[in-house]
């Protein structure tokens, strides 16, 4: 039974695939191709102008499925429910997206079959963008992809490459064994019944753990201080998702207007100093660590108890090293969990791999400021686990459903 669900991940499972208009629309027929060989039954929403770009005949044929363009059957009036498809669904895959579509999507607009379903989906929802490279990075298409992550749409990165306009770069749809596999992943993580949902939501009961989060600050004088951009969201969101499935958290939080997540102790601080010693002492008795907070590298040697006045000299602040929270807890980890992040501008990987080694980590979360979507502030976040074993990189995700990644790791790591 195991060796045929492998073989056929997706049997039994109903994904609507949705067409739109892009060059990549020929695609669709090896992607119709896949998904069905890998068990799942297809039917195919398809937008007017992706008439143009692939024949309804065609994906027809391959998913053995009369296919859906218009909103009623002209010739006997036959209507097309597109709350019926939305409910039969166990996905909603549209590949490829155009900007357009996308746009739309995020807007709220439904002025074809193809969008008023995936208003009516109650279904997970995946896209798989195609569009020149510029169009994929103009702010306009991320700001709409970002929204659609924050409502919980899944995308499937396109690729770097050749595209349809001659100009090579990001924005070609990416290939169709690779979103297949995506989506059978995908429902293999939800296949498992409400009874092991709830059990995996508690996997962690009885275990302790602190969690960093936010940006130090370093007074200068009684107004000014030196920090950074880190919001603290992706730190709450691990420490909130720790809680969810059972575990006692200690919240180390810098400055932040975040809400404390249900179920989690927050200790409040400021100074990289101050941070350091909270973390140390929730560190004592706790089964693992996980070290997300911007923590300033350095301090102002003095701190002026009067505001700094202006004046036409130059200003020197004379800085010294701060301690290091993660080198420290490395040092006493005794078998304990420690997991880092990184955050990069240049040489990622190489920075991250040698942070892995030096603080001790059991593993690392490397996000690059290159990458569109990743980073400070935002709700969402690009990037890469590192291990002794390699890597392992993940498309763009809201920072929730990265927090859930993280945490499915570390439940492996009490499993071994």
Not at 43 to 71: C, D, G, H, W, Y
Not at 214 to 242: C, Q, W
Not at 273 to 287: C, H, S
Request: net charge negative; charged share 25%.
């Amino acid at each position: 039974m195991e060796t045929q669900r492998m073989m056929r991940p997706l049997a039994g499972r109903r994904i609507l695939l949705g067409i739109t208009g892009s060059i990549a629309a020929y695609k669709a027929a090896v992607l119709c191709r896949s998904l069905t060989t890998a068990g799942a039954e297809v039917r195919v929403v398809m937008t007017p102008l992706a008439k143009q770009f692939i024949t309804p005949l065609t994906m027809a044929t391959l998913s053995k499925n009369p296919i859906l363009v218009e909103f009623f059957d002209p010739e006997n009036g036959a209507w097309n429910s597109h709350v019926s498809l939305g409910l039969w669904a166990d996905c909603y895959l549209i590949a490829p997206a155009t900007a357009n579509t996308l746009a739309k999507m995020a807007a709220g607009i439904a002025d074809n079959l193809l969008l008023t379903t995936y208003l009516s989906a109650r279904c997970p929802v995946v896209v798989a963008p195609a569009m020149d490279l510029d169009m994929y990075a103009h702010t306009a298409t991320q700001e709409n992809l970002h929204r659609l992550l924050e409502r919980g749409v899944r995308i499937v990165e396109p690729e770097a490459g050749e595209l349809a306009s001659g100009l090579t770069g990001k924005g070609r749809m990416a290939e169709p064994a690779e979103i297949a596999a995506y989506v059978a992943a995908l429902l293999g993580e939800g296949a498992s019944s409400a009874d092991a949902t709830a059990e995996k939501e508690k996997t962690l009961r009885g275990k302790r753990f602190v969690v960093t989060a936010g940006a130090t600050i370093e007074a200068i004088d009684p107004v000014r201080f030196i920090s950074n951009h880190s919001s603290g969201k992706m730190g709450y969101a691990v420490a909130g998702e720790l809680a969810a499935r059972g575990a006692e958290v200690v919240l180390v939080s810098g400055r932040t207007a975040l809400p404390t997540p249900e179920g989690v102790e927050r200790r409040d601080v400021l100074s990289a100093a101050e941070m350091y010693d909270a973390t140390l002492a929730a560190y004592e008795d706790a089964d693992g660590g996980v070290m997300c907070a911007a923590v300033a590298d350095y301090t102002p040697c003095e701190v002026a108890d009067r505001k700094l006045k202006k004046s036409d000299d130059d200003l020197t602040i004379t800085l010294r090293r701060t301690k290091d929270i993660a080198a420290e807890l490395g040092a006493r980890k005794a078998g304990r969990l420690l997991v880092g992040f990184a955050l990069e501008t240049d040489d990622e990987e190489a920075h991250a791999e040698a942070k892995l080694v030096r603080k001790n980590f059991d593993f690392i979360v490397l996000n690059s400021l290159r990458d569109a979507g990743a980073g400070f502030r935002g709700d969402t976040n690009k990037v890469t686990f590192l291990d002794a074993s390699g890597r392992e990189a993940l498309p763009l995700l809201s920072k929730a459903e990265v927090a859930a990644r993280i945490v499915d790791r570390i439940e492996r790591f009490f499993e071994r």
